[in-house]
């Protein structure tokens, strides 16, 4: 039988005015509120008294930001998180205010984005999700792990809005077949110079030995001490063949002993190729008619100036009776950049009756022009020695013929790799082009793959591969040590999106290789 309470017995059983009874807590509430604030305003004398900075904040700031480090408003604003850790509980205002902040010394570009889902954007937004201060002065701000990087780039369709992407989807780490080979290996060099490494490698530059090699005698005066080679303390004679070095066209933009200026490494980088400095030597641009006392044609001026030239040179040479007359190949010396045949160049203008003398000026130019013109296409496109294609390039309307850089998307530092032979990286210019002898050298990018990086770049705990034992390799290292750091911002920068124009040239350089990866 189902006996169910009554209130009348539930009454007797409760205490009706429980509520007005007095527990421990409530008897000691104000004892406690009282102990806290003699606690809380004890604490503020002592922190007021001692000077405070060691208890308000969470360390010294990062050596560029000391000068800063007693006025906190530079960067914070009150009650408002700044950490990364606390990047879900901030507002957009206060976002807006610390990029702003930011920007105000550090003027650089979003990292795409726009093509950011918000969640992601709102990281990109937020400098202290990367950019950690208060960990002491000799904190590096910008040495950042790479988890930071790969919580994006390990899955980017998660973290982009549409298809639109143009880079590897899923890197995790720094291996061929996470990260995956370099980009520009598989694009193709896009320089336009024909070019052939393994010739000019070769003493003399002998072209499979079908003509004689270049002697240090057939070079000006002035140039053969430059490309005198020694040899046990002993240097080249003029009789020797002239032999090439990397480095006599390849040279670091400052020398390697010069110290940073801004985020540019004296040395980092490779110095453009320059005709005048890198080719004129042996390749000098001569008229029809040259002689040693002659000077060259300029190298990439306009059609129209070079013409100039060449009748003003026949003119003059002829009035001083420097130039050999039509037909004349008489002349036994070799000249600069002619190599060494006794029949230089040969005019096939033959004076014919009632010329003028302007008509034969006219002449002489054409064929000059013609001459040069088959030189230029030793090493050019049509297109590029085209009136068009050389205002174009004058005008740096148009791409380099010869690239300064290769890889767009990342930074090499040379400087830092200074001791490595160049033969480690660049196999390819010391070994025979095609098959057909002609040069393709422009076609190929002359750079070894990822895993000539990954034997040295790996994570700290992993040994030393094999493949950087062997005594060969070992010899091409030319004593470099054999381990390096394989986090991303060694090879890649995370803000501009692409270089910023009319720059200085040195700047560009910069700008251009703090591209994401």
């Known amino acids: ?253 400052g020398t390697l002993a010069e110290v940073a200026v801004g985020d540019v490494e004296i040395g980092r980088h490779v110095a453009p190729i320059s005709f005048d400095q890198h080719c004129a030597a042996c390749h000098s641009l001569n008229a029809v008619g040259r002689t040693e006392e002659t000077l060259p044609l300029p190298h990439a001026a306009p059609w129209q100036e070079v013409e100039l030239l060449i009748a003003s040179k026949v003119i003059g040479g002829q009035q001083l009776g420097e130039i050999r007359m ?16 006794a029949a230089i160049v040969k005019s096939d203008l033959v004076p014919l009756p009632g010329s003028t003398a302007k008509s034969l000026v006219t002449a002489a130019v054409a064929a000059g022009r013609a001459a040069l013109q088959t030189r230029c296409l030793q090493c050019h496109e049509p297109q590029d020695v085209s009136d068009q294609g050389i205002a174009s390039s004058r005008a740096k309307q148009s791409e380099p013929l010869i690239p300064d850089r290769w890889f767009k998307r990342g930074i090499y530092d040379h400087a830092a790799h200074r001791k490595i032979d160049c033969k480690f990286c660049h196999r390819g210019a010391y070994e025979p082009g095609s098959a057909d002898g002609k040069a393709n050298d422009q076609e190929v990018v002359m750079i070894e793959g990822i895993e000539s990086c990954t034997g040295c770049h790996r994570p700290a705990e992993t040994g030393t591969p094999s493949s950087l034992t062997d005594p060969t390799t070992v010899a091409l290292l030319g004593g470099q040590a054999n381990w390096a750091s394989d986090k991303c911002v060694e090879c890649h920068r995370y803000h501009w999106e692409r270089p910023q124009p009319a720059m200085n040239p040195v700047r560009e350089v910069a700008m251009t290789e703090m591209i994401a990866p």
């Open 326 to 341: 039509p037909r004349d190949a008489v002349r036994k010396t070799p000249l600069v950049g002619e190599g060494n045949s």
């Open 1 to 253: 039988m189902d006996v169910r309470e009554t209130g009348k017995s539930r009454s007797q059983r409760i205490n009706i005015d429980y509520y007005r009874q007095k527990t421990w807590l409530t008897k000691s509430r104000g004892l406690l509120a009282l102990v806290a604030t003699i606690a809380a305003v004890g604490y503020c004398v002592y922190v007021y008294a001692a000077g405070g900075s060691s208890h308000v904040s969470t360390g010294p700031l990062a050596a560029p930001h000391a000068s800063f480090e007693q006025d906190c408003g530079k960067c914070h604003l009150d009650f408002t998180p700044i950490s990364g850790d606390a990047l879900r509980f901030a507002s957009s205002s206060s976002l807006d205010r610390l990029e702003s902040a930011c920007q105000s010394c550090h003027k650089v570009s979003q990292h795409f984005r726009g093509r950011m889902k918000p969640e992601f954007a709102k990281i990109d937004q937020h400098c202290s999700a990367c950019h950690n201060d208060h960990q002491g002065r000799d904190n590096s701000m910008i040495d950042i792990d790479s988890d930071k990087c790969t919580q994006c780039h390990a899955n980017l369709a998660a973290t982009c809005s549409g298809n639109s992407l143009d880079i590897k989807p899923t890197v995790r780490e720094f291996t061929l077949q996470s990260h995956g080979d370099f980009s520009a290996l598989g694009q193709g060099d896009p320089g336009r110079v024909k070019f052939d490494h393994a010739q000019h490698m070769a003493p003399g530059q002998v072209d499979d030995g079908n003509r004689g090699g270049f002697l240090i005698s057939m070079l000006e005066p002035s140039l053969r001490d430059k490309y005198r080679k020694a040899s046990e303390g002993v240097s080249q004679g003029d009789d020797a063949l002239v032999t090439l070095s990397c480095a006599d066209c390849h040279q670091f933009s």
